[in-house]
């Protein structure tokens, strides 16, 4: 059993320890949160007008730059009916603040509301005699949703109407999906059609291609040769050149020759067409006189083949061919050659 | 129904202003005695109990509602440091000395009762009366507001700690935010409430055990009815403060 003064004693050591760490808990605790917002940190005030208070009370938090630096303090209905809100930040944070710096109010969906500072960027300091900055307020969600709504309400009721139309002249509109599918078959087919006609005619281009090639190899070759001749063509020329220069030179003496024999020429003529008019008239009697003379001539040959030993000495005459065309006897005569 | 209530009213109301009237009785040893012991058994002895409520509720309530309503969210943070810390802090420190000191004080006076035979005489004149109502009464509200403090503390180290490592921030920014957000008074005055708490917990419990008179019967009703007073005051007082913060 333990002894009554000891566990006295035991109680009251754990009762001090819990009253010592309590206190020390609670001054921490509260000491801690008096410290983070500002109970023993130099402030300074600043002040705004607003048209209305709505949305801000004591409290509500400054930030500068996302960061709580102060607190509204105070809030006053002035004799114009705007409100003069007055606020609290730290000291060293004042300093930054320039003439041109404004408080922007917001507030989100759900969180807190807040005024915004903006330092500014004036040269001047914000004055401490007269602290005030200006101010504005950001649209809340719910105005932005009023103003949306404002405008989206017409467009929705004119989309109403249309989805009406629409509906009312949905045969209409499925005769034309139905044209539509065919156009787009149509359409598709064209297509391919396009496609095969693209590829016969890269065939085609290409062996076009290759003709061309070719004729053009030909064609360079044909000009390579007619520069060629063109080059025989100069030479001969040339060469023409040359025989037209000399046969000038020759020609004057050639024409007179030409001139000289001619005359000659003519001079024979004239002396032949004299002989010949003197043997037109002796030849006929001359020829007439032959005649007899020719037939007396062959009947002596005649009779001197018929008889002997020139008989043996002459060959007999092969026998004539008969003509084709003839039966006549005398023609298997005359025809023997002599 | 409403002639019981006002009765029992006015008997814990008397048990309250019997020990502020004999708070001189303080000088005495045993009374001083009586005291640390009470203090011992409804700080000391339950600071377990409360510590593992807190760190609990902390890790796992703070957190989660701050998870859902976003830690960025300045006034979701200070409805959950408020409401969370302010209300339900003492409240649960409260159900926590209903459990363990309501039932055993009553119990205890209920038997002491029984055992010497308080009487109205004594009631009156003896000072033995006095070392069961002061003593208990005193040491309720010094151990409720303990209790609430070192509650509060815990709480708020393990939701910083908890929401650090849920939200993958750091344990400095989330102590910052909650020190932003908390407001200094919150601290006094929950300490007040749980001190409030614990008085009126035992005075209720000593008026029921003092009820006892028979037999040992009337114990456990004493009992049943100390934690069904105590909770009924608890709630009282509570939704009290909160309608008070709206007058």
């Not at chain 2, 420190?93 to 035979?117: H, K, P, Q, W, Y």
Request: a neutral charge; glycine letters at 8%.
């Amino acid at each position: 059993m333990v002894d009554a003064p000891l566990k006295r004693e035991s109680i009251r050591r754990q009762v001090l320890a819990l009253l010592v760490l309590g206190a020390v808990l609670a001054l921490l605790l509260g000491g801690a949160i008096a410290t983070r917002q500002g109970a023993f940190t130099r402030t300074a005030s600043l002040y705004f007008v607003a048209d209305t208070g709505a949305g801000i009370s004591p409290g509500t938090t400054v930030r500068l730059s996302g960061f709580r630096v102060g607190a509204v303090t105070d809030l006053v209905l002035q004799p114009d009916l705007k409100v003069k809100v007055t606020m609290e930040i730290e000291e060293q944070h004042f300093a930054a603040l320039r003439s041109d710096a404004h408080a922007e109010w917001f507030k989100e969906q759900l969180q807190a509301a807040i005024i915004e500072l903006s330092p500014g960027s004036s040269a001047q300091p914000l004055s401490r005699a007269r602290p005030q900055v200006s101010h504005s307020r950001r649209r809340t969600l719910t105005e932005v949703a009023n103003d949306l709504r404002g405008r989206l309400a017409p467009i929705l009721d004119d989309i109403k109407q249309l989805s009406g139309t629409v509906a009312e002249r949905k045969g209409d509109i499925a005769a034309v999906l139905v044209q539509a599918n065919t156009a787009a078959q149509d359409v598709a087919r064209s297509t391919q059609e396009l496609r095969l006609l693209l590829a016969t005619a890269n065939t085609q281009l290409a062996g076009l291609g290759g003709q061309a090639a070719t004729a053009m190899g030909q064609a360079q070759g044909a000009l390579t040769r007619v520069n060629q001749n063109l080059a025989q063509l100069q030479t001969l020329l040339g060469q023409a050149d040359q025989s037209l220069a000399s046969v000038n030179q020759r020609l004057p003496a050639l024409l007179a020759q030409t001139g000289d024999t001619l005359n000659q020429l003519n001079a024979a003529a004239r002396d032949v067409r004299g002989v010949s008019s003197a043997a037109s008239a002796a030849v006929p009697g001359l020829l007439r006189s032959a005649v007899p003379l020719v037939e007396d001539a062959r009947e002596v040959v005649g009779g001197v083949k018929s008889h002997w030993p020139v008989r043996g000495l002459i060959a007999a005459p092969p026998a004539a061919l008969l003509p084709l065309d003839s039966h006549d006897a005398a023609a298997l005569r005359d025809a023997t050659p002599p | 129904m409403i002639a019981a209530s006002y009765r029992l009213a006015l008997g814990y109301i008397s048990m309250v202003a019997h020990a502020l009237a004999h708070r001189g009785m303080l000088a005495d040893t045993g009374v001083r005695d009586g005291l640390w012991r009470q203090i011992h058994f409804t700080g000391v002895r339950a600071l377990p109990y409360a510590a593992a409520v807190a760190v609990l509720f902390g890790a796992v309530g703070v957190t989660r509602l701050m998870a859902l309503l976003g830690d960025d969210n300045e006034e979701a943070l200070k409805a959950i440091v408020s409401g969370g810390l302010g209300e339900l802090g003492p409240l649960l420190t409260a159900f926590i000395m209903i459990v363990r000191s309501s039932a055993a004080i009553a119990a205890e006076v209920g038997l002491m009762n029984l055992r010497s035979d308080i009487n109205q005489t004594l009631w009156q004149a003896s000072m033995h009366e006095d070392e069961v109502v002061l003593p208990r009464v005193l040491g309720g509200a010094v151990g409720g507001a303990l209790l609430v403090v070192c509650f509060e503390f815990l709480t708020i180290a393990s939701a910083i700690v908890a929401s650090a490592f849920t939200l993958g921030t750091t344990v400095a920014s989330e102590l910052d935010d909650f020190l932003l957000a908390a407001d200094g008074w919150q601290v006094p005055l929950s300490m007040a409430k749980g001190a409030m708490f614990g008085a009126g917990i035992a005075a209720i419990s000593c008026y029921h055990g003092l009820q006892v008179r028979r037999d040992v019967g009337e114990v456990a009703k004493a009992v049943a009815a100390a934690c069904a007073g105590s909770l009924s005051f608890v709630i009282g007082v509570d939704v009290l403060v909160f309608a008070l913060r709206f007058v």
